[in-house]
């Protein structure tokens, strides 16, 4: 299996929004309630672009099987070496090496802008990602307790962190 991994193109919106939006409605990987329309999607890529921060798409056989981004962790300025990462691979590809492609580039991008530090946020019942965050050399640095409720359920937030050398 050859994937392609490059920079986002607005041709990408409607695959990164199938993933998306199947993650909403079968996951606790987003806390959303609701679904996205193509122009929200668009409206948040667009921005994390403007914002000179990455969106990288991986690609098989010219579908868009997964992607990846960073963008603020908080609004500070203080803030401006910390970015938080998102890395989602289409459900029927998960196993496939994928993500880790993603957040490998992600993190090798986040050293070229000279950042400091990336963080993850994981729903704690998502043991599988805290674990693939761990191979990358995230720790785990906190957990926020009953932080969302989704599908009749408090859901507890787990913060991971790797510090760039």
Not at 27 to 33: A, G
Not at 134 to 139: A, D, H, L, P, S
């Amino acid at each position: 299996m050859k994937i392609i991994q490059r920079p986002y193109q607005t041709k990408d919106t409607q695959g990164i929004l199938d993933i998306i939006n199947y993650n909403i409605l079968n996951s606790t990987s987003l806390y959303d309630y609701n679904t996205r329309s193509y122009e929200q999607q668009k409206t948040i890529l667009e921005d994390k672009i403007s914002k000179n921060f990455p969106v990288i798409v991986a690609e098989y056989d010219g579908k868009v099987v997964g992607f990846g981004m960073y963008g603020e962790f908080r609004f500070k300025e203080a803030y401006k070496f910390t970015v938080e990462h998102s890395v989602y691979v289409s459900n029927d590809y998960h196993g496939k090496g994928i993500g880790k492609l993603l957040l490998a580039e992600l993190i090798q991008l986040a050293k070229k802008q000279n950042l400091h530090t990336m963080i993850a946020v994981i729903d704690a019942e998502n043991q599988s990602s805290v674990g693939f965050h761990e191979k990358f050399g995230f720790k785990t640095v906190g957990i926020i307790k009953e932080s969302g409720y989704k599908f009749d359920r408090w859901l507890h937030s787990v913060f991971m962190q790797l510090i760039f050398e």
